[in-house]
């Protein structure tokens, strides 16, 4: 079975700061890794992916995000936010033996002028 | 269509009802998956279809929860004798493959009272 920890449900940060989102996983088998937006009353849409190859991964609105292997974990940054980047952001995971899609709880981003 | 449409958008029902949430894909997605989502929570597996098959129907709470997709495309999410606990975003999902990113709809927000 696999699992995904997002460990902080809020994040609040000013615009044009730095942010970290934090993504942890457990799985006994090789992962696929996806961080995933929503805005309000929308869907969720992809920002970016992590199959295999670099572990520095770059997705749409500057958003990038780095696995790390020994450390299970696949966090996301962005260096300068912007106030259209309020959202809430899931982390998920696929293991590379099945097709489920486990996501975890979210983390609401709040950009503040 | 151009995305994920599901419908009904909203859907107010009383406790023993029965309710219908539909799912129409992007044309040509194999996969289709139903995911729900309790209000600051992450969404939860519930069952996918890859073409008319369902393949993984693990994460259904009960016996009273049911889906189908008969000719591989549309999909219908059926809840017998609705609950109060029933109560949350229902989401669906489609795709190509476990690589490829999942498309989400704008969900079903079913309310039982």
């Known amino acids: 079975a696999q699992s995904v920890t997002q460990l902080d449900s809020q994040v609040p940060v000013f615009e044009e700061a730095p942010v970290e989102l934090r993504c942890n996983y457990s799985s006994s088998v090789s992962v696929y890794l996806f961080w995933y937006v929503q805005y309000p009353n929308q869907g969720l849409q992809l920002l970016l992916k992590y199959l295999s190859g670099s572990t520095l991964v770059k997705g749409i609105n500057g958003f990038e995000a780095e696995f790390n292997k020994s450390q299970t974990s696949f966090h996301l940054r962005k260096p300068s936010v912007h106030i259209s980047d309020t959202a809430e952001y899931f982390c998920?995971?696929?293991?590379?033996?099945?097709?489920?899609?486990?996501f975890g709880g979210g983390t609401r981003l709040m950009v503040k002028p | 269509g151009a995305g994920v449409s599901q419908s009904p958008r909203y859907k107010v029902t009383k406790r023993g009802q029965d309710v219908a949430l539909r799912c129409d894909p992007i044309s040509g997605h194999v996969s289709l998956y139903w995911y729900r989502q309790a209000l600051g929570q992450g969404p939860e597996f519930l069952t996918y279809f890859n073409y008319e098959a369902q393949q993984d129907k693990s994460g259904l709470p009960n016996d009273r929860f049911s889906a189908e997709r008969p000719e591989g495309s549309i999909s219908t999410l059926t809840i017998q004798r609705t609950e109060q606990r029933d109560s949350a975003m229902y989401r669906c999902?489609?795709?190509?493959?476990?690589?490829?990113?999942?498309?989400f709809g704008e969900g079903s927000r079913l309310t039982v009272l």
């Open positions: 999902a489609g795709g190509m493959g476990i690589t490829g990113e999942l498309f």
């Open positions: 998920a995971v696929r293991d590379n033996a099945g097709n489920m899609l486990t």
